[in-house]
């Protein structure tokens, strides 16, 4: 077999099979729908057909125009937009098998994709779909992927990494076959049986992963730990102007007494938008205060950063010595100096802290924001700042008990599901761009002193679809004026970004059109109104953060989502969104149709995500995995054992003595 250096180099793989493990993103049903009578909008149809008056329209983007013959004489007006390569297959009268979408707006099907009649997806009646890098076409590394399993020589120099035990015990398919199953299925049992292998393997690897991190976790001890003073704790929460839920003194309660263990603590904070978790960290910050230690307070931005930094001295009014460090600040030197020697109490940083020269006199506790976006490797880097420093991880993609079990084994768990305001009147809508709610509701918000977030997916414009930060800007300037707009995105300078976030935040503002800069942690309790160009491109977690930016007060707010397009699965999950304000619901959502996402927390880190498994899918697989890791890790010395951990690189991390 021939290699072709240029996919080896664009996929940023080495050996044969390294490349095999790029699988499909997904798999494309070619099973022949039919179509209805009364086609449905965005719904999608498999057909055979042949193509009559095909019109080639001369635009700025391609678009052919032609006629389809469908089995029983029907005949429906088709329109190929972008895929002028289709030509030639459109021109020739032989019968072919078209994925079409029909649009209601244009009353006419929109063709997705077309295959010839004897293509080995259409016998099988499955197409595997690659996420692919440019300058690899879809079409030529399946060709190449197809030679490559047709070679029987390679049979012998891929050898399955699973315990012989273990696939004897689950009957899995030898790994050469395993690719061809998914790469090139004949069947969905045949599909099934391949994904299997693969699923169980990154499955397996996961939970000897996570049970190492858990027993890390259990060894580190304090050579001191000092009782807290539980009465002055008890005293700051009395003293704050506004009432803690029940889940908030829960989790403050929690988290004290594993502060005050000997064993380190590992733990994470987990609950829905608005739900206070950073009074929480504040008051533990606090708490670790009363034991005489540093404490370490770091968010994923800048924006966020700040933010708490603001909040905190608020708080502690001038109690604590309270310092704020980014990659902008000015007074860095002094601030290292004073955590060097003890002077600063708690210092709030964004990724800065991972920084050589920033050292502590004595780190008690980490706690880190939006862990998710934080890999693994960074964790330890933080509590290495320290001597078996406490860790307190928070996010606010909060995940069902049964997953969290799977996905957080290395953590003990604190959930907060009350919010401070009681509840939260947040409705979302789904619209189209040139709907008249968009403008009224600017219009009503303004009316009522309210303030509103605009977010467009891209700072500049790459595409006719999808609308930039900018040109929305633009148009919103047009309509309401610079007095009361502002622009906001991450290639604007941290110290301009910071102004123009506390214009909005003071009231100066009202209008702030952005990127997702404020996804996460911002606080501005007259937000009423959020607006979502291009909603298609986020993931459902991600929506709900950023409509986790309004509604904060307690009183009425508006999301509005704009998606133009016809996509059945993309209109359904935007649906559902409308449907439903609980996070729980929103992640396991999420989830299953994602994969894991940044979830797993290793994305960061350097270590590849899960490709084939989902932890809501493929719960009991993760479950049954655990055992087998388990039982792994109890018995290293056995030699398949040591020869599975070995091809991991995990032997020299274990030492069960």
């Given at each position: ?78 329109l190929?937009l ?44 499955i ?23 047709s ?26 076959e ?7 299925p ?61 889940d908030?003194?829960?989790a ?13 603590m ?19 910050l ?34 604590l010595?309270?310092?704020f ?46 862990q ?71 219009d ?5 002193e ?42 604007i ?19 702030l ?60 999950k ?84």
């Amino acid at each position: 077999m021939i290699r072709n250096n240029q996919f080896f180099s664009l996929l940023h793989v080495d050996t044969v099979q390294e490349l095999l493990r790029v699988f499909p993103t997904r798999y494309e049903s070619l099973k022949v729908t039919g179509i209805d009578e009364t086609p449905l909008k965005g719904k999608r149809y498999v057909t055979y057909g042949i193509c009559e008056n095909v019109y080639n329209l001369k635009s700025r983007i391609p678009i052919i125009r032609f006629v389809l013959k469908i089995n029983d004489n029907r005949k429906i007006n088709c329109l190929l937009l972008n895929q002028s390569f289709y030509l030639n297959k459109l021109l020739n009268k032989d019968r072919k098998l078209f994925v079409l979408y029909y649009s209601e707006d244009r009353k006419v099907f929109i063709v997705h994709s077309i295959y010839d009649e004897d293509s080995y997806y259409v016998t099988s009646t499955i197409k595997p779909c690659y996420s692919l890098p440019k300058g690899i076409s879809s079409s030529s590394f399946s060709n190449y992927i197809k030679r490559l399993l047709s070679d029987y020589t390679l049979k012998d120099q891929i050898n399955s990494v699973i315990p012989l035990s273990l696939r004897n015990k689950y009957k899995l398919l030898d790994e050469f076959e395993a690719y061809k199953c998914v790469h090139l299925p004949k069947d969905e049992k045949d599909l099934l049986e391949g994904l299997r292998v693969f699923k169980y393997e990154e499955a397996l690897s996961y939970s000897i992963r996570s049970l190492l991190l858990k027993k890390k976790a259990e060894e580190r001890k304090k050579k001191e730990y000092l009782p807290i003073n539980h009465k002055k704790i008890n005293n700051f929460v009395k003293g704050l102007s506004f009432k803690l839920t029940k889940d908030q003194l829960v989790a403050i309660h929690d988290i004290v007494l594993d502060m005050e263990k000997e064993k380190v603590m590992y733990r994470l904070l987990q609950g829905d938008v608005s739900t206070g978790k950073t009074i929480v960290a504040l008051t533990v910050l606090y708490a670790n205060y009363l034991r005489e230690k540093q404490g370490a307070f770091i968010a994923p931005t800048y924006e966020l950063a700040r933010q708490h930094y603001n909040n905190a001295k608020k708080i502690f009014k001038n109690e604590l010595n309270i310092a704020f460090l980014s990659g902008s600040s000015k007074d860095k030197d002094k601030i290292l100096a004073d955590l060097k020697d003890g002077t600063i109490d708690i210092l709030i940083s964004t990724h800065a802290v991972m920084s050589n020269n920033v050292k502590f006199k004595d780190l008690g506790l980490v706690i880190i924001d939006e862990q998710q976006l934080f890999g693994v490797k960074q964790r330890e880097e933080l509590l290495e700042k320290g001597k078996n420093t406490d860790l307190l991880m928070m996010s606010a993609t909060p995940i069902p008990r049964t997953l969290s079990m799977i996905i957080n084994a290395d953590l003990d768990i604190s959930t907060l599901s009350e919010f401070p305001t009681g509840t939260r009147d947040v409705s979302t809508k789904l619209i189209r761009s040139n709907d008249p709610l968009l403008y009224k509701a600017i219009d009503k918000a303004l009316e009522a002193e309210r303030q509103i977030f605009i977010v467009a997916p891209k700072i500049e414009s790459t595409s006719s679809k999808c609308l930039s930060a900018k040109e929305v800007y633009d148009e919103i300037v047009k309509r309401y004026g610079e007095n009361n707009c502002q622009l906001l995105h991450g290639r604007i300078k941290k110290e301009e970004q910071n102004e123009i976030f506390e214009r909005f935040a003071s009231g100066e503002k009202k209008i702030l059109v952005s990127t997702t800069v404020i996804e996460v942690g911002i606080d501005v309790s007259r937000a009423a109104l959020l607006i979502v160009y291009n909603a298609n491109y986020f993931g459902l977690s991600s929506l709900h953060q950023l409509r986790g930016r309004i509604g904060r007060s307690g009183e009425y707010s508006l999301a509005l989502l704009i998606y133009d397009g016809e996509d059945k699965d993309t209109l359904d999950k935007l649906t559902f969104l409308c449907q439903t304000n609980d996070g729980l619901k929103i992640s396991e959502f999420d989830l299953k149709q994602r994969g894991t996402g940044s979830y797993s927390g290793t994305e960061q880190s350097g270590d590849s995500e899960l490709k084939v498994c989902n932890f809501v899918n493929d719960l009991t697989m993760f479950q049954i995995a655990k055992k087998d890791a388990l039982s792994i890790l109890q018995n290293p010395e056995l030699e398949e054992n040591k020869l599975y951990l070995s091809s991991l690189n995990y032997n020299d991390k274990i030492n069960l003595s």
